[in-house]
Structures are given as C-alpha cells and as structure tokens.
C-alpha cells in the first residue's frame, strides 16, 4: 500500500513538473519578447536603459533553464509577479476572483446533480429500451458539444437578439446577480449533465 501511495506521489509530482515545463516553454515559443508585450501594453515611450533594467528585474536576460528556475520558484512561492494592467500582484488579481469563480462552478456543479443523477437513474432503470438508448444518444452529443461554442450561441440567442440576460455590468442586487449567473452556469453545466 505504501509502494502505492509513494508511486501515485512521484506521478503527481512528474506531472507538475512536466506541465511547468510545457507551459513554459509554449510561453517562449511565441514569437517576440515578453518584455516588448509589456511595454506595448503599458503604452509608454520606455528609454534603452529602462527596458535593460526591467530585463534583469524580470531575468529575461539569463538563459532559458535559469529563467526556467525562477519562474517555477515564483509558481511555487505563490509569487506571480505584477498585472500588467494595473501593476498589482497577480495572486492578489486571482484571489480577488476566486469566490466569484467558486460561486460559479459550485452552482453549475449543482444543477448538473439536480437533472443528470435522476436522468442516470431513470437510464439505469430503463437500459435497453429506445428511449433510453435515444436520450444516452442526445447526451453523448451534448457532451461533444465544445463549451465556447454553446456559450456563444447563449449569448448570441438569449442576450444579443432576446434580451433575456446580460453580458455584464453585474449589480449589486440579489436579482440581477442570478440573472448574471444564469447563462455561465448552463455553459458548464450541460456537459456534466451528460457525465452524471
């Protein structure tokens, strides 16, 4: 049991590894320099000499193992560096979201409970006949469904042509938070319908 448990951690830890690694080498393979995106986004006339410095502050001008190592520490350590936008931390950008993210999924995970588990059960009770088989049919094809795409056809139907529910500018009151919460829940909630 402990061999067991000892080789699942050391996959858990080869994975991360691996999937540091993927990230960031796709985030070099995008053709230019991070630090020109930067500047480009900040809309300054930045000198020579500031974007040398910003280049050692941010180890661009180290090679890519040792840029490697510091990036992976500061994934480590939580240190994310600073929002290009407005210059705060990134953790505190990601944490700041974090209950609206939570809030969003707990809902959708719900919903999909509430309708897939009784039509499971009713599948179960009803395998073979061709009403089951037509609905795990239909399911399947939900489930195929690419979730960008179904959102934007929510969007498209039910907040650009009919109106129903907005795109954004969230309020404060109980009613229009659930009006905006209504079109993202059923955007993740359709495919875990199908899986439940």
Sequence with gaps: ????????LL???LTFAGITVATFALVHAVPGDPLDFYISRTGFHVSKNAVETLRRQLHLDEPLP???????RGI???????SIV?????ADRILEKLPATFELNLAAFLLSALIGVPIGL?????????LERAAAVFFFLLYSLP??????????????????????GMGETFSDHLRHLVLPVITL????????
Aim: proline fraction near 3%.
């Design 11 to 13: 996959y858990a830890v």
């Design 76 to 82: 480590v350590t939580l240190d994310l560096g600073r």
């Design 86 to 90: 407005d210059g705060r931390p990134v």
């Design 147 to 168: 979730s960008f795409w179904v959102a934007l056809l929510l969007a498209q139907c039910f907040s650009v042509r009919l109106r129903l529910f907005p795109l954004f």
């Design 189 to 196: 909630a359709y495919a875990q319908v199908a899986i439940f």
């Design 66 to 72: 040792l840029q490697y190592v510091h990036w992976f």
């Design 122 to 130: 009713w599948s179960a009770r009803h395998a073979g006949r061709r």
């Design 1 to 8: 049991m402990l061999t067991y448990v000892v080789r699942r």
